[in-house]
C-alpha cells in the first residue's frame, strides 16, 4: 500500500485492530464459559451484584450507542458513494421546448477516450454538481510503467476541453485519482 492514500491505510488498520479486539474478546469469553481460565469460575456472576446502575451510566451508555453506531452507518455510506453528485442539467429552453441532460453521463465518451491512451488499463469518469459549478471526477487505472505526466498532460490539454465544449462550458474543473494496477493496457497489433 502506498503512502498517496494514507486514509484507505488508517481505515484499514483501524478496522483490523477492532477485529483482532473482537476476536480476542470473544475468544477469552468462550475459554472462560469452558472454565480454561485461571481465578474465574464458569459458574460466578458475571458482575456482582443485582443492583441495576445509576441512571446517568444507563443513559451514557444509550447515547454511546446510538452515536458508535451513527457513526458506523456513516461510514458504510460513504464507503457506497464514489464521485461526486450528478444532476440533471438544463441546456437550453425556449418556447419550442426544452434540452435537459443528466449530468453523469455526459463523462462516458471522455472516460472511452481516456481509456484508448497509452498505458492506460481502465478509466471511470463521472461529470457531477450543478451547472454552474461543475467537477468532473476521474479514476484511471495505469500499467505501472505508464507516463503519468503524460496522461494527466493528454487528459487537461486535448481530452478535457473537448468535453468543457461539447457541455458548452467556460471552466469545468478535474479531479484525477491514478490507481497504478499490474494488468497490462491492451495492444493493438
Same mark, same amino acid.
Given at each position: 500500500?502506498?503512502?498517496?492514500?494514507?486514509?484507505?491505510?488508517?481505515?484499514?488498520?483501524?478496522?483490523?485492530?477492532?477485529?483482532?479486539?473482537?476476536?480476542?474478546?470473544?475468544?477469552?469469553?468462550?475459554?472462560?464459559?469452558?472454565?480454561?481460565?485461571?481465578?474465574? =469460575?464458569?459458574?460466578? #456472576?458475571? @458482575?456482582?451484584? &443485582? *443492583?441495576?446502575? +445509576?441512571?446517568?451510566?444507563?443513559?451514557? %451508555?444509550? !447515547?454511546?450507542?446510538?452515536?458508535?453506531?451513527?457513526?458506523?452507518?456513516?461510514?458504510?455510506?460513504?464507503?457506497?458513494?464514489?464521485?461526486?453528485?450528478?444532476?440533471?442539467?438544463?441546456?437550453?429552453?425556449?418556447?419550442?421546448?426544452?434540452?435537459?441532460?443528466?449530468?453523469? =453521463?455526459?463523462?462516458? #465518451?471522455? @472516460?472511452?477516450? &481516456? *481509456?484508448?491512451? +497509452?498505458?492506460?488499463?481502465?478509466?471511470? %469518469?463521472? !461529470?457531477?454538481?450543478?451547472?454552474?459549478?461543475?467537477?468532473?471526477?476521474?479514476?484511471?487505472?495505469?500499467?505501472?510503467?505508464?507516463?503519468?505526466?503524460?496522461?494527466?498532460?493528454?487528459?487537461?490539454?486535448?481530452?478535457?476541453?473537448?468535453?468543457?465544449?461539447?457541455?458548452?462550458?467556460?471552466?469545468? #474543473?478535474? @479531479?484525477?485519482?491514478?490507481?497504478?494496477?499490474?494488468?497490462?493496457?491492451?495492444?493493438?497489433?
Amino acid at each position: 500500500m502506498s503512502g498517496l492514500n494514507r486514509p484507505a491505510g488508517l481505515n484499514r488498520t483501524l478496522l483490523g485492530l477492532l477485529g483482532v479486539l473482537v476476536i480476542a474478546g470473544g475468544a477469552f469469553l468462550v475459554l472462560a464459559n469452558r472454565g480454561l481460565v485461571p481465578r474465574i =469460575s464458569a459458574t460466578a #456472576p458475571i @458482575a456482582p451484584g &443485582v *443492583e441495576l446502575p +445509576p441512571q446517568w451510566v444507563l443513559i451514557a %451508555a444509550a !447515547v454511546a450507542a446510538v452515536t458508535i453506531g451513527l457513526m458506523a452507518l456513516r461510514w458504510i455510506v460513504a464507503q457506497l458513494v464514489s464521485g461526486p453528485r450528478t444532476y440533471q442539467w438544463r441546456l437550453h429552453e425556449d418556447r419550442t421546448g426544452r434540452t435537459d441532460i443528466v449530468a453523469g =453521463s455526459t463523462a462516458e #465518451p471522455f @472516460a472511452q477516450e &481516456v *481509456e484508448a491512451l +497509452p498505458g492506460v488499463t481502465k478509466a471511470k %469518469a463521472t !461529470v457531477g454538481g450543478r451547472r454552474t459549478k461543475p467537477l468532473v471526477s476521474a479514476v484511471v487505472e495505469t500499467e505501472p510503467q505508464a507516463d503519468l505526466v503524460e496522461i494527466r498532460r493528454r487528459m487537461t490539454a486535448d481530452l478535457l476541453p473537448r468535453l468543457r465544449s461539447a457541455l458548452d462550458l467556460d471552466e469545468l #474543473p478535474m @479531479a484525477i485519482e491514478f490507481r497504478v494496477t499490474g494488468r497490462t493496457a491492451p495492444r493493438v497489433s
